[in-house]
């Protein structure tokens, strides 16, 4: 699925767990949370990960109220159960993706 041609009805279509990741190539905490969430999702192999560039004129982040990066949307069918903002723990990626898959 091509992220930059994403749009709401398309996110709302999802089946099943999927995690949104919103961030920019350019930030240091995006950078720092990869691992950890390529790590995490090892665990989650039904879990959707969608990475989406987030910044100016990119409607979609802003449909979704991102203010700070990375943020992690996590949905079921298509809704949002939890979202995880900047620095993000182990533990509590690991709790949010239990949530949903």
Not at 29 to 40: P, R, V
Not at 52 to 61: H, Q, T, V, Y
Request: proline residues 2%; glycine residues 6%; neutral net charge.
């Amino acid at each position: 699925m091509d992220q930059q041609a994403l749009n709401i009805e398309d996110v709302i279509a999802l089946k099943g767990a999927t995690m949104l990741e919103f961030g920019a190539i350019e930030c240091s905490y995006c950078q720092a949370a990869h691992s950890k969430i390529n790590a995490a999702l090892v665990n989650y192999p039904n879990v959707r990960h969608i990475k989406i560039e987030d910044g100016k004129g990119r409607r979609l982040g802003r449909l979704f109220h991102v203010k700070r990066w990375p943020t992690l949307v996590l949905l079921k069918d298509g809704l949002e159960v939890t979202r995880l903002v900047r620095e993000i723990g182990d533990k509590e990626l690991q709790f949010a993706l239990a949530l949903i898959d």
